[in-house]
């Protein structure tokens, strides 16, 4: 299968603090049902698939804007440029600077899990997961702009895919750890690879933004 590997690292570097705030709607779930390893890793799979769900309605919406609004203009780089310079820089305060719990924490929070719990408990992990998925952080933000600058729906889609694979390769941990202080420190890990990366995105929309002003 074809990875759009620029999406996958930026999945993969933010994938430790998406992992360590979602576990707070997961994992009281996990253990309320009390069950074994395989049937965690069964629910996680159906969070997971709730996510993917989420990514890609993301990837359609990208196409769209990339259709309606990309594709015929003149100003194609200087618009994505631009886009990938706001939200890396977004991202770098996120991941270096922000201190409190914000964007994707915000989104994994207990009064979600109190409204989600509400659900038949055969619904609860996709429900879950596709909500948490449909969430405007900052690497989601700079996902959607990879995603929009893709030649067509099916890139955009394999972007959104490969993003949800970098995002998700911790969740396989997540069954076998309970709740502890250790995803405080996930989470610090996860902010700043995800800062780290954020410098990679500035680069590349300061050389797309160049050459679109250079057009102009």
């Given amino acids: ?28 779930y996990l253990l309320g049902e009390g069950k074994g390893i395989a049937s965690n890793y069964w629910i996680t799979g159906q969070f997971l698939l709730g996510r993917l769900w989420g990514y890609l309605l993301f990837a359609l919406l990208a196409w769209m804007v990339n259709t309606a609004v990309l594709r015929e203009s003149e100003m194609w780089n200087l618009i ?25 924490q ?29 969430n405007f952080c900052p690497p989601i933000l700079l996902a959607f702009t990879g995603a929009a600058a893709q030649s067509s729906l099916i890139m955009s889609l394999l972007y959104f895919f490969s993003f949800f694979l970098g995002t998700s390769a911790l969740f396989i941990l997540l069954p076998l750890i309970g709740i502890s202080n250790r995803f405080a420190v996930i989470r610090i890990i996860g902010k700043m690879a995800a800062g780290i990366i954020g410098f990679y995105y500035l680069y590349s929309g300061s050389i797309m933004l160049l050459r679109g002003i250079a057009k102009l």
């Fill in 1 to 28: 299968m074809y990875i759009k590997l620029d999406g996958f690292i930026l999945g993969l570097s933010n994938g430790g603090a998406c992992m360590a705030a979602c576990a707070p709607v997961l994992l009281p």
């Fill in 80 to 104: 994505i440029g631009v886009a990938y310079v706001l939200f890396a820089a977004l991202l770098i305060f996120y991941g270096f600077l922000k201190k409190e719990d914000s964007g994707c």
């Fill in 106 to 134: 915000n989104s994994c929070n207990r009064k979600m899990y109190q409204q989600l719990t509400t659900l038949r408990p055969a619904l609860f992990p996709v429900t879950a997961g596709f909500v948490t998925g449909l």
